[in-house]
């Protein structure tokens, strides 16, 4: 099946409310030209360096999402250009993003990564964190960042149940942050959360976000 072929199984799939993040990490400058001649528009990628490669070499319409984890001192690379940062983990990292925003005179979108799989090795806050951060006040100091939601990722597990029960949480998590910081803000409506393997269990717990690359691109291949 060709790219475009898996994009549109993809794009039937997906509720007009929900909005479709092509992953094309990995992927070369062709495979995302096919997609975004298919109308594709919206695409992410993990790394800084190959984010920022893209976005010079690729379509100025095309919004580019950094989902993965971002070190501060690769920050400045995609400030100028981002659409919105699905994986900021740390207070620290907020930071850095706000005052590289600045200095683009940009606001960029952001979303908390919660940590809500089992493995000890996904990045993210836990809510006790999150909650002890907002309720500081210090994020009303950082002017050029817009929370605008959350993103998680469940655990790598063949256990429908226990995916389905780590979206819900996320959810859950989502509706407390909403009702106690959020309230008056109706950009924060965010919920990312889904990939190719489990985003129509993410859709049916609430989600608004789905990151999708293997379904779309194929396997990808690590050198
Ligand atoms: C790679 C990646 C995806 C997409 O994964 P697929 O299984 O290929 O759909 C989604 N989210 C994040 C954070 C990723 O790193």
């Known amino acids: 099946m060709s790219i475009v072929e898996n994009l549109r199984l993809v ?17 070369p400058n062709e495979a995302i030209m096919e997609c975004y001649e298919a109308g594709q528009r919206v695409f992410g990628e ?12 690729l379509p100025k319409d095309i919004e580019w999402h950094m989902i993965g984890h971002l070190q501060t001192n690769k920050v400045k690379y995609i400030a100028p250009f981002v659409s919105l940062i699905h994986s900021v983990d740390s207070p620290k990292l907020l930071a850095v993003i706000d005052k590289e925003a600045a200095k683009n005179n940009r606001v960029i979108d952001c979303l908390f990564q919660m940590h809500i799989a089992q493995e000890e090795t ?11 951060f907002l309720d ?12 605008v939601g959350v993103m998680g990722m469940a655990t790598f597990t063949d256990d429908v149940e226990q995916v389905r029960g780590e979206f819900h949480d996320l ?9 106690k910081y959020y309230a008056s ?16 269990i993410a859709i049916e717990e609430g989600s608004t976000m789905v990151r999708v690359g293997s379904a779309i691109f194929g396997e990808r291949v690590y050198l």
């Not at 993990?46 to 070499?57: G, I, V």
């Not at 996904?122 to 002890?132: Q, T």
């Not at 500081?136 to 929370?147: P, T, W």
């Not at 803000?185 to 129509?200: H, N, Y």
Request: with cysteine.
């Open 11 to 27: 794009q039937n799939e997906i509720p007009s409310h929900v909005k479709l993040i092509a992953v094309s990490k990995t992927k």
């Open 46 to 57: 993990n790394k800084p360096q190959e984010l920022t490669q893209k976005w010079n070499d």
């Open 185 to 200: 803000e109706p950009s924060f409506k965010e919920v990312s959360m889904g990939m190719s393997d489990d985003f129509r």
């Open 136 to 147: 500081s006040g210090a994020i009303d100091e950082f002017k050029n960042v817009c929370m």
């Open 171 to 179: 959810k859950e998590i989502f509706i407390k942050i909403k009702q």
């Open 122 to 132: 996904k990045f993210g806050f836990d809510y006790a964190e999150l909650a002890e």
